[in-house]
C-alpha cells in the first residue's frame, strides 16, 4: 500500500461526515477498505480493528490506534469543509490534520506488515470513534476485545515528534456556600465572596509534586453562576473548574487534594481521564531517538487517557491546527508521516527476542 493511496482514503474519509457518535459511515468505508486489502476486520458499533495474519498469542502486541470522528466544524470556515481540496500542497477538510492523517498513515503502515511472517511483535490496528467526546462507545468499549496489548501508538498531530506524556483532564462542579439576605441591610453570607476565596486559591495553588515531562498541574476556572435578583444577596454560587492533571498524581488523588484545599463543594464529573505516559527506556521510545525524534510532554487530551498499558503520542500533522477553520495537513507530511512509522515500527517487528514492555 502506497501513500497515493493513503491520500485517496483520507479525501474519501474527509468527504463522509463524521462527527462524534455520527461515525457509522466512515466505519463502512474503513471496514470496506481493510477487506479490500485482504484483511480479515471486526466491528463494534463505529470502531473497526484487525490483527496482523501471523497473530501469535505467545508475542507481545502493539496497538496502532487513531480515531475517525470530527468536531463540528466552527463558523470560521472558508472552504467546504466536507471537501476534500488540495492547493499548494495543502488537502483541505474536516478532520484531515486531526487525526484522519494519523489515522491513514497508520493504516497504511499495518496494511504493509500485515501478512508478514516471523514479526517479533503482533500487531492490532484499531480506527475508533468518540474521541473528541471522550465518549464510552469508543475506544473504551473495545479494548477488552483488543487484549492482550503490551502497548500502543496512539495517532495524533505531533508533527511526528514523540509525545511520551500527556496530560489528564477533570471537570469539577464546585458550589460555594452561603446564607441568602437581603442587599440593602447588609444580611446574610454572600456565597459569590465565598466562592471568590475559592478561585482564588484555583488560581494561584501549586502541587507539591511536579512532573518532569509535563510540568505543574493547571486549574483554570472557566464558568460561574449565581444570583437570581439585585437585591438578594446569593446563598449558593456555582462554577467551574478545568484541571489539566499531569503524571504527578492520579485524578482520585488529585481530586481528593483539592477538596481538602478549598471550603466549595466540589464534585468531578469523571476522573478517568487520568494522565498518562511511557518510560524514556521503552522499546519504541528508544526506536524514535535512534531515527532522530525528540520527546516532549503533550498538553492535549486523547485516547491515551483510556488505556491501562503505556502508549506513544506521535502522528502526522500539527495540533495547532486541530479544530481550526480551514484545518489542513500536508500532502507531504502524511508522506513522511508513513515513513517514519514503518521506520519506527520496524526496528522492533524485524528484531529478535522483543521485550514484553
Known amino acids: ?25 466512515t466505519a463502512d468505508i474503513l471496514m470496506a477498505f481493510l477487506e479490500s486489502k485482504g484483511v480479515v476486520a471486526h466491528r463494534s458499533g463505529n470502531n473497526v480493528w484487525a490483527k496482523n495474519s501471523y497473530f501469535d498469542i ?30 499548494d500542497g495543502k488537502l483541505y477538510g474536516l478532520g484531515s490534520n486531526d487525526a484522519g492523517g494519523c489515522l491513514v498513515s497508520l493504516l497504511t503502515t499495518f496494511v504493509n506488515f500485515y501478512h508478514q511472517p516471523k514479526l517479533a511483535y503482533n500487531l492490532v490496528f484499531a480506527g475508533t470513534a468518540e474521541e ?3 465518549g464510552k462507545n469508543g475506544v473504551a468499549s473495545i479494548l477488552k476485545e483488543l487484549e492482550p496489548i503490551n502497548f ?3 495517532g495524533e498531530p505531533t508533527l511526528m515528534q514523540m509525545a511520551v506524556a500527556e496530560k489528564g483532564l477533570m471537570v469539577l462542579d464546585c458550589i460555594a456556600h452561603g446564607k441568602a439576605g437581603h442587599a440593602a441591610r447588609n444580611e446574610g453570607v454572600n456565597a ?13 495553588h501549586q502541587f507539591e509534586k511536579v512532573s518532569e515531562t509535563l510540568g505543574p498541574i493547571k486549574m ?19 462554577y467551574v473548574v478545568d484541571v489539566r492533571s499531569t503524571d504527578a498524581y492520579s485524578n482520585v488523588e488529585l481530586l481528593e487534594l483539592i477538596k481538602a484545599g478549598v471550603k466549595s463543594e466540589v464534585n468531578a464529573r469523571s476522573t478517568r481521564l487520568n494522565p ?42 500539527d495540533s495547532a491546527r486541530s479544530h481550526t477553520a480551514d484545518e489542513y495537513i500536508y500532502i507531504k ?25
Open 1 to 25: 500500500m502506497q501513500a497515493n493511496e493513503a491520500i485517496a482514503l483520507l479525501k474519501q474519509l474527509i468527504e463522509t461526515p463524521s462527527l462524534s457518535r455520527e461515525e457509522d459511515k
Open 58 to 87: 505467545k508475542k507481545p502486541t502493539i496497538l496502532l490506534n487513531s480515531h475517525h470522528d470530527t468536531v463540528k466544524p466552527n463558523a470560521g470556515y472558508t472552504k467546504d469543509p466536507f471537501s476534500a481540496i488540495v492547493e
Open 132 to 134: 473528541e467526546v471522550s
Open 152 to 154: 500502543a501508538v496512539v
Open 192 to 204: 459569590i465572596s465565598e466562592a471568590m476565596k475559592d478561585i482564588d486559591w484555583f488560581h494561584k
Open 220 to 238: 483554570s476556572v472557566t464558568q460561574i453562576e449565581a444570583g437570581s435578583q439585585h437585591n438578594v444577596v446569593p446563598d449558593q454560587c456555582k
Open 276 to 317: 498518562s505516559s511511557i518510560p524514556q527506556d521503552h522499546p519504541i521510545v528508544k526506536a524514535g531517538k535512534n531515527l532522530g525524534l525528540s520527546t516532549y510532554g503533550s498538553p492535549t487530551l486523547s485516547d491515551q487517557a483510556l488505556m491501562p498499558y503505556p502508549s506513544l503520542k506521535i502522528g502526522p500533522g
Open 333 to 357: 507530511e502524511i508522506e513522511e508521516g508513513i515513513a517514519i512509522y514503518q521506520s519506527l515500527l520496524g526496528q522492533l517487528l524485524m528484531s529478535e527476542g522483543p521485550s514484553a514492555s
